[in-house]
């Protein structure tokens, strides 16, 4: 059963720091890219980053040079490392994927979700 559980959310303050942590099941991270969207209250679901083993990376414009997608070598767990966080920042963040191995998923969307986690910055 294909499965995507993220974790890693909470509160920091502006400035600071978090690493959020994306485990799948049911699909290969060799194969598929994942992707990270996020979703602030009254705005439409964005995708920031996504990560493919045969795409490569892509970021949205509002994160570059802040957060890095990254897999764990040889393990079904995709990381979203968010450095100089902003409160414009705030959001729900979701890990997903469309079972293909391209990082338009990002501008596409996806089909399947994990249930999100909560990432609120403020001071």
């Known amino acids: 059963q294909l499965q995507l559980v993220e974790s890693g959310g909470g509160l920091v303050q502006p400035g600071g720091s978090l690493r959020l942590s994306c485990v799948v099941s049911g699909f290969s991270l060799d194969y598929y890219a994942v992707g990270w969207f996020r979703q602030a209250p009254g705005q439409e679901r964005e995708g920031v980053a996504c990560?493919?083993?045969?795409?490569?990376?892509y970021y949205a414009d509002s994160v570059k040079g802040r957060f890095t997608v990254s897999r764990e070598p040889y393990r079904n767990t995709v990381y979203l490392q968010m450095n100089s966080l902003k409160p414009e920042d705030t959001a729900v963040y979701y890990c997903?994927?469309?079972?293909?191995?391209?990082?338009?998923?990002?501008?596409?969307?996806?089909?399947?979700w994990g249930q999100g986690t909560q990432v609120t910055v403020s001071s």
């Open positions: 990560f493919s083993s045969k795409d490569g990376t």
């Open positions: 997903a994927t469309d079972l293909e191995p391209w990082v338009r998923l990002c501008r596409r969307g996806a089909n399947y």
